[in-house]
Nanobody
C-alpha cells in the first residue's frame, strides 16, 4: 500500500524555523519526483518546492519561499524534508507532500499526484 505521511508541523513565532518530513512507503522512492505544497484557508493550493530524482540535484521553489526554505531527500530513509527558516505569518498553511510527474508538481492541482494527509504550520507575529 502506497502512503505518504507528513510530520513536523507546529506553531512558531515569526522568524523561527521548522523542519517538515514526509515518510513514503510502498514506492520506489529514489525514482520519484517529489514536492511540497501548501494551502491556507480561503486560498488556492500552491507549490512550495519540488525536487528531482534520484539525486535531488534539481530543485525549484516558489518565489515567496526562495532563500528561506530548502527541500531535500534521503533515499536511504525514503524521506522528503522541507527546512523552513525565517518563517513569516503568511507561511501559515496546511503543508502537503506529493509524488508525481515533474511538470505536474508545478501545478496547484498536481494532476495525477499522490498526496499525504498534511501537517499544519502556524506562524504568529
Amino acid at each position: 500500500q502506497r502512503q505518504l505521511m507528513e510530520s513536523g508541523g507546529g506553531s512558531v513565532q515569526a522568524g523561527g524555523s521548522l523542519r517538515l518530513s514526509c515518510a513514503a512507503s510502498g514506492y520506489e522512492f529514489s525514482r520519484q519526483y517529489m514536492g511540497w505544497f501548501r494551502q491556507a484557508p480561503g486560498k488556492e493550493r500552491e507549490m512550495v518546492a519540488r525536487i528531482s530524482s534520484p539525486s535531488g540535484r534539481t530543485t525549484s521553489y516558489a518565489n515567496s519561499v526562495k532563500g528561506r526554505f530548502t527541500i531535500s531527500r534521503d533515499n536511504a530513509k525514503n524521506t522528503l524534508s522541507l527546512q523552513m527558516n525565517s518563517l513569516k505569518p503568511e507561511d501559515t498553511a496546511m503543508y502537503y507532500c506529493a509524488i508525481g510527474r515533474w511538470d505536474s508538481l508545478l501545478l496547484p492541482v498536481c494532476p495525477g499526484c499522490d498526496w499525504g494527509q498534511g501537517t499544519q504550520v502556524t506562524v504568529s507575529s
